[in-house]
């Protein structure tokens, strides 16, 4: 099981066999300019910019790569491990799936393209070998031009980073987005390349990764 939470410490005197409370409950999106502390988000540490308190240390290991593969042919993409396929807007194509030793040594890398003959993200799929991850947030004290935020899409943990509509807007941001499937251990993430999933256009960002957990998605 995975939650969301933060710990911000105790101070003072505590008297031996103080009890304490604590409730759970569904949380909203958090992260963004309202970080004031640092949160625990399934595998994430999602910190405000500038913190300098206490943090989770990250932690792994390392492990021999599989080998390399690459094809550019659907139906053996569709053999891969950790292999979960999008739906995409229509006139969107599939441009080729493989292993990279030194880029995807756990898993693969698959790329699909738009209407126009560009690149409109790549989506990578890894065993996911680390206890905990710091990803930046944002500082409720500036107006930064990115942002992280938690999420969950597919019932799963997930973290995007964008950039919000504001006076620091990027147009071209591309949009990141990692998505965590406790099931099979697996981290998926989006690297965005088309303005259509740019800037602040999360929902089609995330509409996309919510079809990869639908029945048929993937296994």
Request: hydrophobic share 35%; aromatic share 14%.
């Amino acid at each position: 099981a995975w939650m969301t939470y933060a710990f911000t410490g105790c101070s003072g005197t505590i008297p031996a066999g103080t009890g304490a409370s604590v409730g759970f409950g569904d949380l909203p999106n958090l992260g963004g300019t309202s970080l004031t502390a640092p949160i625990r988000h399934a595998l994430w540490q999602l910190t405000p910019v500038g913190w300098t308190g206490v943090t989770e240390p990250e932690q792994g290991f390392v492990r021999a790569a599989l080998p390399g593969t690459y094809t550019r042919d659907i139906q053996e993409a569709r053999k891969l491990d950790r292999w979960r396929e999008p739906t995409v807007p229509e006139g969107w194509t599939f441009w080729y799936a493989g292993r990279e030793t030194d880029v995807t040594p756990y898993g693969y890398e698959a790329a699909w393209g738009t209407e126009d003959g560009y690149l409109a993200f790549i989506l990578q799929a890894e065993e996911y070998w680390y206890d905990a991850r710091l990803v930046p947030g944002a500082s409720s004290a500036n107006d930064p031009a990115v942002l992280a935020e938690t999420r969950t899409i597919g019932a799963r943990p997930a973290i995007i980073t964008y950039s919000p509509p504001g006076p620091n807007h990027q147009q071209y941001y591309s949009i990141l987005l990692r998505v965590y499937d406790p099931s099979s251990n697996t981290m998926y993430t989006m690297f965005n390349f088309t303005p259509r999933l740019s800037g602040s256009n999360i929902e089609a960002v995330i509409a996309i990764a919510e079809s990869l957990f639908r029945d048929g998605g993937g296994r």
